[in-house]
């Protein structure tokens, strides 16, 4: 009876070490936009906030996703933390002020 109720130790997927990494590249990129947004021109500035929406939108239905029952909690912090620094980059993309020569 009691080998029937142990249950097997909770283990990552396979695709774990593919999306830490690349969630890991999103957070460096969204901290380079954060970074260099004012020294880029407005058609700078747009263009690369179409993907980081798209990767954003991706994390918000892979956070919303990662709360069902049986996934691992590592799931939940690599959608929080992608979804979190999009959501930075965007906003700073788009409110970063255009510095002038001087």
Not at 32 to 57: C, D, K, M, Q, S
């Amino acid at each position: 009876m009691k080998a029937a109720l142990a249950r097997e130790p909770r283990t990552l997927p396979v695709a774990q070490p593919i999306a830490s990494p690349a969630a890991i590249l999103i957070l460096t990129a969204a901290a380079a936009a954060t970074i260099f947004a004012p020294r880029l021109n407005t058609a700078a500035r747009i263009a690369p906030t179409l993907p980081v929406a798209g990767v954003a939108a991706f994390a918000l239905f892979g956070l919303l996703a990662s709360r069902e029952p049986g996934t691992s909690p590592i799931w939940f912090a690599i959608y929080a933390a992608t979804l979190l620094a999009c959501s930075i980059a965007i906003i700073r993309l788009a409110l970063a002020p255009q510095r002038t020569p001087s």
